[in-house]
């Protein structure tokens, strides 16, 4: 069974960091993972991918600002999250696309406001 837990989500300063973690169960070491984000009245988007080789890919508004990186010892992927504007502001979704199906957790809210 897939079960997919995110957790670091705070009110944080414009400027300031972040960092998002995601913990994975059920899930092949193979498994694409990303992280996803959906603010009021948008459309969820994707933020950032890592795939199965490691290669990543980010969405334009947050390159060079934010990282997603994977430990799969502890099965958990990651997003740093620095220089946050308060654009960013969204509930953010651990997600992994496997044997065809996508799996996503319950979100967790990430508020940059001053």
């Known amino acids: 069974q897939v079960q997919l837990v995110e957790s670091g989500g705070s009110l944080v300063q414009p400027g300031g960091s972040l960092k998002l973690s995601c913990a994975a169960s059920?899930?092949?070491?193979?498994?694409?993972m990303g992280w996803y984000r959906q603010a009021p009245g948008k459309q969820r988007e994707l933020v950032a991918r890592?795939?199965?080789?490691?290669?990543?890919n980010y969405a334009d508004s947050v390159k060079g600002r934010f990282t997603i990186s994977r430990d799969y010892v502890k099965n958990t992927v990651y997003l740093q999250m620095n220089s946050l504007k308060p654009e960013d502001t969204a509930v953010y979704y651990c997600?992994?696309?496997?044997?065809?199906?996508?799996?996503w957790g319950k979100g967790t809210l990430v508020t940059v406001s001053s």
């Open positions: 997600n992994a696309f496997q044997f065809g199906v996508d799996y």
């Open positions: 059920g899930i092949f070491s193979s498994t694409a």
């Open positions: 890592i795939s199965r080789g490691g290669s990543t």
